[in-house]
């Protein structure tokens, strides 16, 4: 009993529901293991008497929460104080406000902030705690739109090395919103990557969050590149024309993309960049981006310099390193200035051609631009980790509960953070993430946004079977986000795909946060809820950081993550969704962004094809016999057909693939839905997806370019010029008007 309720004060749930109806209790074991991750002994009776105590004398007598919130139509709780007790606030901008006896009404009325609360008792107790006053809502996106998803990887141009980088994006966006009216690209995440070879290709499970990855640079739109002379010239004319070759190669050989190549050409690059003297105004503005960056571009590059001695993971590092504030690494860090200098300017490059793209976006008439795409996420040995550890849970890995398609739950392999440790710090690793990635983006996904409220954290070394639910603030989490995104404009859309915890929905539409809402995922299980009913094949089916990272690292070898957890369970099958009606267009939520499929599901073309059931049954992903796969599909396939024949959606009749592409888009547009996504590679009928969960080496995931229904590579010059695409984007602009 004391360890259930130690538990419940620390946010650690002692039981989780696998399905509806049934509750399962959490192992005592590993009650013990999360609550030691947050600091707390519970392993003995004593221990845990020990660890109540200590908190009724901390935190249970504590005058202030570790961090307080307040906003428009929601003051802060402070019943607790005692009579007499006043208050004061230092705000952001450096002034004082003294608010005398608590009024938790006058702190709605402050500046929207980060600021400090300050309480003093009679009896001459103080307390210091932060004051986040947000707004109630994010900025809504600005009427309704439709753009392009892309994996930019996968976006090669005839300019590209290799990948889709940074000038592709720009391009793609200024041609896109000038030529088809559209109002954002969406992206994959575009986070700093554990350095190889190899490195992991997945774009869900990095190194960074905090920061871009220069893979991504346009080498020649950096300015320094026109003042390349004498040896460096010739030799970055050697590696452009490598780069040349290699694009050839994926473009026209049917090679794979090969970041780690495209890094090496690039890297090399990039080192004779770093030698051409900055101009002063370039000189002056590099020194600003230094210092508004601060600790945190100080602590990545110093991880970057030293991981080139030691490797990637800090963990393995000498004893003296894997400490960012030891005096080991103060001295390593001074002597490594130089390298810290070249990973600093990477950063730096990398931001102004992001800046740049968000530039040729809304200059092309984009309403929102780029949106860009949260993982759930870090790598436990990248350096996020390393430069935050107080921030992360030791010993911790964040997955999904067994549920009764999948008895063996998910381990994702990325550590958790510590919601004490967020609380403690005023949500300040949190609010620096977002800030940054707000920089440049006119909308920002987070991808399984229902990791805000909770997260399943599964113990190092046992199987996700054994792990348990951990409480975080959602009032807290979505109270930083608000702000943030008010302060850049910015709408956010969350990856709520999936069995989602009661409230969690309601919660994130009061806050204006976009869903995610599916095609082949939006039906009517009965009782009026969206999204529940999985399908039992699809249960291996997954996205996320762990569907293409190695087997070794997913402890069920499974290749699950967050986004597949929530993706590739739901599609309705006959017979165990015979009332799985597809929702009419009018039932759709008007707060979402709409698609036909993902980077994880099938493409369009490949459904409408069957060319995704015959590539899951070659790999050996086929949950029943072929035959029984293949009817299912069928019929899936011609009940879609059916309900858009029957809405006067599909005039050209069935049979003709390019025209069921079109119809389904056309259904989207009936939706209430404010923001319209079309998958890029169904713009021109690729068949591949881009990441097949559950595999590794079977399937080439993340390394695919864009490709035509043959399997043949689309540079960005040819999607421009598609007449395909071009009927295609037609029926959406048309829609608009």
């Known amino acids: 009993m004391g360890r259930a309720r130690l538990a419940r004060l620390h946010g650690v ?48 007598r504590a005058l202030l ?54 309480a003093q008792t009679p009896g001459g107790r103080t307390a210091r705690a932060p004051l986040i006053v947000a707004p109630d809502r994010v900025p809504a996106p600005p009427g309704r739109s439709h753009g392009f998803l892309v994996q930019l990887y996968s976006l090669l141009s005839r300019r590209s090395w290799g990948m889709g980088d940074l000038g592709d994006l720009a391009d793609l966006a200024a041609w896109s919103g000038r030529a088809l009216g559209t109002g954002f690209v969406q992206l994959n995440p575009l986070h700093a990557a554990v350095p190889g070879p190899p490195t992991d290709p997945s774009p869900y499970r990095p190194s960074s969050r905090r920061f871009p990855d220069p893979v991504h640079l346009r080498i020649e739109h950096i300015p320094e590149y026109a003042d390349l002379a004498g040896t460096a010239r010739l030799r970055a004319d050697e590696l452009a024309a490598r780069a040349h070759t290699l694009r050839s190669e994926v473009l026209e050989g049917g090679a794979l993309i090969d970041r780690d190549a495209v890094w090496a050409l690039k890297r090399e690059a990039l080192e004779l ?90 200059d092309a008439g984009m309403a929102i631009g780029l949106v860009h795409d949260l993982a759930v996420g870090v790598h436990p040995s990248g350096a996020d980790t390393w430069a935050q550890q107080d ?92 702000l943030e995104a008010q302060r850049a404009g910015a709408a956010v859309i969350g990856e709520d795909l999936g069995t989602v915890e009661p409230g969690v929905r309601d919660a994130l539409d009061a806050r204006g946060v976009l869903g995610t809402s599916v095609l082949w995922f939006e039906r009517d299980y009965g009782g009026g809820e969206r999204d529940v009913a999985p399908r039992a094949e699809a249960a291996e089916a997954a996205d996320g950081p762990g569907a293409a990272r190695a087997p070794e690292a997913v402890p069920d070898g499974s290749g699950r993550g967050p986004a597949g957890e929530d993706v590739a369970a739901r599609e309705a099958a006959p017979g165990s969704g015979a009332a799985a009606r597809i929702l009419a267009p009018g039932e759709w939520r008007s707060g979402c962004l709409a698609t036909v499929t993902t980077h994880d599901l099938p493409t369009t073309a490949a459904r409408l094809t069957g060319a995704d059931v015959a590539l899951r049954e070659r790999l050996g992903l086929l949950a029943g016999p072929p035959e029984r796969e293949r009817s299912r599909a069928t019929y899936e396939l011609a009940e879609l057909m059916g309900e858009l024949v029957r809405r006067g959606l599909l005039p050209e009749g069935q049979g003709d693939e390019e025209a069921a592409v079109k119809a389904v ?70 829609g608009y008007r």
Not at 34 to 42: E, S, T
Not at 333 to 346: P, Y
Not at 395 to 401: K, L, V
Not at 444 to 473: C, K, Q, S
């Open 13 to 60: 749930a002692t039981s989780y529901a696998p399905s509806p109806g049934k509750s399962v209790q959490t192992a005592d074991d590993t009650v013990v293991a999360v609550l030691a991750a947050l600091g707390v002994d519970a392993s003995t009776p004593h221990a845990v008497r020990t660890a109540l105590a200590a908190y009724e004398d901390g935190a249970g």
């Open 65 to 118: 929460p570790r961090t307080v919130v307040a906003r428009p139509d929601r003051p802060p709780d402070l019943t607790g104080l005692p009579e007499g007790t006043v208050l004061r606030v230092e705000t952001e901008g450096g002034g004082t406000a003294d608010l005398g006896a608590p009024d938790p009404a006058a702190l709605t009325r402050l500046p929207l902030g980060i600021h400090v609360l300050e």
């Open 273 to 362: 960049l770093w030698a051409v003297p900055l101009s002063p105004g370039r000189r002056a503005a590099y020194c600003d981006f230094l210092a508004e960056q601060g600790q945190a571009l100080e602590d990545h590059a110093t991880w970057c310099a030293i991981a080139e001695r030691h490797g990637p993971d800090w963990r393995g590092w000498p004893d003296g390193l894997r400490d960012p504030r030891s005096p080991g690494t103060a001295r390593l860090r001074h002597r490594l200035l130089d390298r810290i200098d070249f990973h600093c300017r990477l950063a730096w490059l990398t931001d102004q051609q992001l800046a740049a793209a968000q530039r040729a976006a809304r």
């Open 391 to 482: 921030a992360f849970a030791a010993g911790m890995s964040i997955g999904a509960p067994p549920d009764a398609f999948n008895a063996r739950g998910q381990d994702w392999g990325l550590p958790p953070w510590r919601p004490d440790a967020l609380a403690a710090a005023g949500y300040a690793p949190y609010r620096e993430l977002l800030r940054g990635l707000l920089r440049h983006a006119g909308a920002l996904r987070i991808d399984h946004v229902m990791g805000l409220f909770r997260l399943w954290w599964v113990p190092e070394g046992r199987p996700p079977t054994e792990g348990a639910y951990v409480r975080y603030d959602g009032e807290a989490m979505l109270s930083v986000l608000a």
């Open 665 to 734: 888009h056309r259904f989207l547009l009936r939706t209430p839905a404010r923001m319209v996504g079309v998958w890029l590679p169904d713009a021109v009928g690729d068949r591949r997806p881009q990441n097949l969960p559950g595999t590794w080496d079977e399937y080439p995931n993340w390394r695919l370019p864009i490709a035509g229904p043959d399997g043949r590579p689309h540079t960005l010059e040819e999607l421009a010029a598609s007449p395909r695409l071009h009927a295609l984007m037609r029926e959406l602009s048309d």
